[in-house]
């Protein structure tokens, strides 16, 4: 994949949503995603591997739709070889880590489709799965994408979203052009 072709599938993502009936979360993809992006930035805007793997943690709707328990791997795998394990790690780890903090704190709310697609992507962890995650390398930075990805859909929120994905494309473009381990 190039930079041009991830370009182009996000913008893909402005007339497509996370459930091909459109009765999933409130917002398209692009929306979504640049929504989640922001919120990192905002959060570590030293670590632009995480912003962007906000930007791009649900094109595997895109890519598989209707695909609930394998959107994560889908777009991971997409975005590997051009933006690296980390992000990539951290786009396939989203979902882990809703069913990693739905076990851990209970009390905290997902949106309505998060909440309907938690069982279909595993349900709460065992506590084997639980220590497991705790110790992934990418597991705390995906928890902060995960609280990210339930901030990031608002209705309206991201206009234009073309010209704000436009913005996007030079840090893409760095970590693209970065030596990363």
């Not at 999933?24 to 929306?31: S, W």
């Not at 909440?115 to 220590?131: H, I, N």
């Not at 979203?161 to 381990?181: H, K, N």
């Amino acid at each position: 994949m190039t930079v041009d072709e991830l370009m182009d599938i996000l913008i893909r993502c402005e007339d497509a949503w996370d459930s091909p009936d459109k009765t999933g979360d409130p917002v398209a993809l692009l929306d979504h995603g640049l929504q989640v992006a922001a919120v990192v930035r905002s959060w570590h805007p030293d670590d632009p591997e995480l912003q962007v793997a906000g930007l791009v943690h649900d094109i595997g709707h895109l890519l598989n739709p209707g695909d609930e328990a394998g959107h994560a791997a889908a777009g991971a795998d997409a975005v590997r070889p051009l933006l690296g394990d980390r992000v990539a790690g951290l786009v396939e780890l989203h979902v882990p880590a809703k069913r990693y903090l739905a076990t851990v704190e209970p009390a905290r709310g997902l949106s309505p489709e998060s909440a309907r697609t938690l069982e279909l992507q595993g349900g709460l962890m065992s506590s084997d799965e639980v220590t497991a995650y705790e110790a992934h390398p990418y597991g705390a930075a995906a928890v902060i994408l995960r609280r990210a990805d339930d901030l990031g859909k608002v209705i309206g929120l991201t206009r234009p979203p073309l010209a704000e994905l436009a913005a996007w494309r030079p840090v893409i473009e760095r970590l693209v052009g970065a030596d990363r381990p």
